[in-house]
């Protein structure tokens, strides 16, 4: 059974830092697509970042490019998003999640993915 466990949400001011994890387990995660992805108070789950878990080629979209960062530890099989300069607008839910194909441009759909974790909370005050 897979599982996905996020880590690391918390409250953190403006200009500062969090470094996010999803430990993940249940299968050989070789070939998939990892990523994140968030959703604010009232509004729809969006893609953050992804990750090739093979090739470690990643994706980002545009409002966090050169803020956040995602990593992969395929020894822990883990991944990673350290998030900095966070701005409120950055508060949300992370959700990590798992899909079963390379990482392509069709990947930022969250209903291409196969496996979720329960979410972790960020928040950014002002």
């Known amino acids: 059974q897979v599982q996905l466990v996020e880590s690391g949400g918390g409250l953190v001011q403006t200009g500062g830092s969090l470094r996010l994890s999803c430990a993940a387990s249940?299968?050989?995660?070789?070939?998939?697509?990892m990523a994140w992805f968030r959703q604010a108070p009232g509004k729809e789950r969006e893609f953050v970042s992804a990750?090739?878990?093979?090739?470690?080629?990643?994706y980002y979209v545009a409002s966090v490019k050169g803020r956040f960062t995602v990593t992969r530890d395929n020894a822990k099989n883990s991944i990673d998003l350290q998030m900095n300069f966070l701005k409120p607008e950055d508060t949300a839910v992370y959700y990590c999640?798992?899909?079963?194909?390379?990482?392509?441009?069709?990947?930022?759909?969250?209903?291409?993915?196969?496996?979720w974790g329960q979410g972790t909370q960020v928040t950014v005050s002002s």
């Open positions: 249940g299968r050989t995660f070789s070939g998939y697509t």
């Open positions: 990750i090739s878990w093979s090739v470690g080629s990643t």
């Open positions: 999640a798992a899909a079963s194909a390379p990482l392509t441009a069709r990947l930022v759909r969250r209903d291409n993915y196969d496996y």
